[in-house]
């Protein structure tokens, strides 16, 4: 009888220990490390796969960023050559206009006043369509007979004395000046008035 109580006993206590939770984990664990390490090796290559994508994705990008640089610098060099273009093209026809009273002023005519008047009509002419392409491109002439000299737009030449411009008035013109938008292109060269003699 105490050799059964000793199996009785014996049974349950083997299958106590395989059903509790320590023996289950560890014997999980011995089993499941094999399986982690494999996972980590997978997560791993994921990683560096990634990373090499990454990587190819910045070599591309930084390329097309420098071809972009280029083709900007390419285009600005083009834009710097040729930025005259426009009013040169503009220019064109007033060469044409001069040429045109050229051949009219050597024409055979026997009136030579009115040889004259045809190239003086011609001049004035090809001066006003050239006054109107620099207005087209916000040129304009400044007007200096009469006013107050300006050292700021007004180059004078000499001063001359006069009756009837006061002094320190610009009495005349040599070469008329202009502005380019709201910058001065180019002073007027003038005659100053010294005021009465």
């Known amino acids: 009888m105490t050799e059964q109580k000793e199996q009785k006993f014996a049974i349950p206590v ?25 996972q980590l090796e997978l997560d791993l ?3 560096r796969r990634e990373a090499e994508e990454n990587r190819d994705r910045l070599l591309r990008l930084a390329a097309d960023f420098d071809n972009y640089k280029k083709r900007q610098e390419r ?3 083009t834009l710097l050559k040729y930025a005259g273009e426009n009013i040169l093209r503009e220019l064109l026809p007033t060469l ?20 004259l008047d ?34 700021n737009e007004h180059e004078a030449l000499t001063m001359e004395p006069s009756n009837e411009v006061p002094a320190n008035h610009v009495l005349r013109e040599f070469t008329k000046g ?5 910058r001065l292109l180019r002073p007027a060269k003038v005659v100053v008035s010294g005021g009465p003699a």
């Open 75 to 77: 285009e600005r060099q």
């Open 118 to 151: 045809g190239l003086l009509e011609g001049v004035d002419l090809t001066r006003k369509g050239l006054l109107a392409m620099l207005e087209k491109f916000e040129v304009s002439p400044l007007d200096s007979v009469g006013r107050t000299f300006d050292p």
């Open 45 to 47: 290559e994921t990683l």
């Open 178 to 182: 202009y502005r380019f938008k709201d």
């Open 96 to 115: 044409d206009n001069l040429d045109r009273a050229m051949e009219h002023a050597a024409a055979e005519t026997e009136d030579p006043q009115k040889k």
């Open 14 to 38: 083997e299958e106590e220990l395989e059903s509790s939770p320590e023996v289950a984990q560890s014997v999980d664990d011995s089993e499941g490390a094999g399986g982690k390490e494999g």
